[in-house]
């Protein structure tokens, strides 16, 4: 049952039947919905969007990142879609060590560009299997938005007046980014003809030809390579995105759907899990019981978290345990409602070969897309750090991510970088299912903060009746680093009360307040299908500068 008595929402719930789109940008939106329209699936609306928040939102989507899917379609089973791409065939921690990196990879330049970006051809995936239109029309609108100009975000203009010194390391980078030699303000128009360049060979060439093999391939690698980064044209040809079996768990009900390993989506799992066991609506939306209890939730769940999440090709990763009813059980009972643990000391309760989960900051795009045939989209990519690697490809206009300076260079870490290995991964789209059948399509962008906004939308969706858009609207935390911070602070929005903050305080908590409206704690989007009313659902998140669009 819908609470009526739930918060007032800075904008309503957009509800539609014939088919929803909800992105963290309005013009990819648009884009997604027009697909809608003219008889596209989910899916090539999720493509076609994802096209356009490559060009709208480079500080957190491109050609050159990684990509992950749920899907599903009704009387099915969920399909999960793995688009991230390994290590370069020459990347070794010896490759590194030899070039004077004796403790970390580089977390930008060509160095930092070590693996395949897996995006495209998941999107190639996708459409086979999903896909209506033709190929060709998905890249339409990126195309002219790349040639003709972009109106600069508030989140575009932010972040680059951030990375100015990183993206003025490049000449290419600085020259599409910071035009006229500053950092853009909201409403310039950004240009990337050479991007609009590379999406027509992808349209007309398909993915394989067009991206992965052939001229365009070789002119991806070869600054690169000059510039010292291993990744090479070989690299590209090799990689195949795969669909994976999905992971998931128990919540009132309710089943979680999450991507599995090398993506941390059983920590999601484990927190919603631990949940499952207490008073959730008992405790009450964002008072210090709520707060606390999901808080500590987080820190045991990330202890194993960093203790197992790799490439589990490399690793045996004990899932059946992790996320076993019982063992979960156990872990709740390590929460003391009236002390605080310390993160980062909390010990994994199955112990692996983990030493700490490093910086897993990022930025990323989430969106979803749910069709008239009730095929359900949930989507998620990524080019890491903002801006990735600050390294563009050459006049491909192509910026590269930085995923594989995740990578360990410590011999014994799990994630340990080798050759053809794929890194651990924050990218966790999810879907909320009942009955079989999805109830919400859902996720968000940021780093650590992913699973916690996930346990939020969905306690508040279940446990307190909110609609969508006053789920993603309520006041969220973010318990440890984020974005290249090493903080471990429980930041708050400022919305919370002065009261809560006192309270977590004096139960140990390192609170950390924040604005009322932060940027850090993500962008989360969500589609609930309402079988009562036969309705679409969407929300988008006003943290960024998304829209959810239905017709």
């Known amino acids: 049952m819908r609470n009526p008595d739930g918060p007032v929402t800075g904008r309503p719930p957009v ?15 648009a884009t997604g919905l027009d697909v809608l329209r003219r008889g596209g699936s989910a899916a090539d609306a999720a493509i076609a969007a994802n096209a356009v928040l490559c060009v709208a939102y480079p500080h957190m989507a491109g050609l050159g990142g990684d990509a992950f899917a749920l899907v599903h379609r009704p009387g099915r089973t969920v399909e999960a879609l793995n688009a991230s791409g390994p290590a370069a065939a020459l990347a070794t921690r010896d490759w590194y060590r030899e070039r004077g990196h004796t403790e970390a990879i580089p977390s930008r330049g060509a160095a930092s560009a070590l693996t395949v970006p897996g995006a495209v051809d998941g999107w190639r995936e996708l459409h086979e299997r999903h896909g209506r239109l033709d190929w060709a029309e998905l890249f339409a609108d990126a195309i002219h938005l790349a040639r003709s100009g972009v109106p600069v975000s508030r989140s575009l203009e932010e972040w680059t007046a951030d990375d100015v010194p990183d993206l003025q390391q490049q000449d290419e980078a600085a020259a599409l980014y910071l035009p006229g030699g500053r950092a853009p303000r909201e409403g310039d128009r950004l240009r990337n003809e050479g991007l609009a360049r590379t999406f027509e060979v992808i349209a007309s060439r398909g993915a394989r030809a067009g991206f992965y093999e052939g001229e365009l391939a070789e002119r991806l690698c070869a600054p690169l390579e000059t510039a010292g980064s291993p990744l090479r044209a070989e690299d590209l040809a090799a990689f195949r995105a795969e669909w994976v079996e999905p992971i998931s768990g128990r919540y009132r009900g309710y089943e979680m759907v999450e991507m599995p390993p090398n993506t941390q989506g059983f920590a999601a799992l484990q927190v919603l899990g631990m949940l499952d066991g207490l008073d959730v609506a008992g405790f009450g939306d964002g008072t210090a019981d709520y707060l606390h209890h999901a808080a500590e939730a987080v820190k045991l769940a990330f202890a194993d978290r960093d203790a197992w999440l790799t490439d589990p090709r490399s690793l045996d990763i004990p899932l059946d345990r992790l996320l076993d009813t019982g063992y979960l059980a156990e872990r709740r009972d390590l929460i003391d409602p009236e002390r605080a643990m310390t993160m980062g000391q909390v010990d994994p309760g199955i112990p692996g070969p983990g030493t700490g989960g490093g910086d897993v900051g990022g930025d990323t795009c989430y969106f979803c897309a749910v069709d008239g045939d009730g095929l359900a989209v949930s989507m998620i ?34 994630n340990r970088l080798e050759p053809g290995k794929r890194s651990f991964h924050t990218l966790i789209p999810a879907l909320l299912m009942k009955d079989g059948e999805v109830d919400t399509v859902l996720g968000t962008m940021g780093g650590e903060g992913q699973p916690q906004t996930q346990a939020a939308i969905v306690t508040r969706l279940v446990d307190f009746g909110y609609d969508v858009q006053q ?25 919370v009360p002065d009261g809560v903050l006192r309270e977590l305080e004096r139960r140990g908590q390192p609170v950390k307040p924040l604005g009322d409206w932060d940027d850090n704690m993500g962008h989360a989007q969500a589609i609930r299908i309402d079988r ?4 679409l659902e969407g929300g988008a998140d006003p943290r960024g500068d998304g829209l959810a669009l239905g017709f």
């Open 15 to 29: 509800r539609a039947e014939r088919g929803m789109v909800a992105t963290s940008h309005y013009l990819a939106s």
């Open 381 to 414: 990519e990524s080019v890491y750090h903002d801006f990735g690697s600050a390294f563009v490809a050459g006049d491909t206009g192509v910026l590269l991510q930085n995923r594989g300076s995740f990578f360990s260079l410590d011999d014994a870490h799990p």
């Open 471 to 495: 789920a993603i609207e309520a006041p969220r935390w973010l318990m440890g680093r984020t974005w290249g911070t090493k903080d471990q602070d429980l930041s708050l929005e400022g919305r």
């Open 532 to 535: 009562e009313s036969g309705y």
